[in-house]
Nanobody, 123 residues
Framework: VQLQASGGGLVQAGGSLRLSCAAS????????MGWFRQAPGKDRETVAA????????FYADSVKGRFTISRDNAKNTVYLQMNVLKPEDTAVYYC?????????????????WGQGTLVTVSS
């Protein structure tokens, strides 16, 4: 099972980025997916999660109204559209596949992790 995250980069505050996470080696559509981030010196935190069907979604309060998680089960890919980026969004972003089909909000609910992609937002 492999997850490959991409789409990170350097962007100015107020800008947008779209992260993608391509999955292989597992029945992607059976599992919930999540995006997480870890800033330097801070713990990893949950950013957003989506259930297997896409009908259940979780967002951290800090990104509500700015970030949108979505998935395309035909392409085995989950996305994170990030708008109105702020310097405090700077972090390494990770995607992960859940232990169940739910949109889990807790890190322990995920057991397969991608390698991370760096997002840097300049002020």
């Amino acid at each position: 099972v492999q997850l490959q995250a991409s789409g990170g980069g350097l962007v100015q505050a107020g800008g947008s980025l779209r992260l993608s996470c391509a999955a292989s080696g597992r029945t992607f559509s059976n599992y919930g997916m999540g995006w997480f981030r870890q800033a330097p010196g801070k713990d990893r935190e949950t950013v957003a999660a989506i259930s297997w069907s896409g009908r259940s979604i979780f967002y951290a309060d800090s990104v509500k109204g700015r970030f949108t998680i979505s998935r395309d089960n035909a392409k085995n890919t989950v996305y994170l559209q990030m708008n109105v980026l702020k310097p405090e969004d700077t972090a390494v972003y990770y995607c992960a596949s859940g232990r169940t089909a739910a949109a889990g909000s807790q890190i322990w609910e995920y057991n397969v992790w991608g390698q991370g992609t760096l997002v840097t937002v300049s002020s």
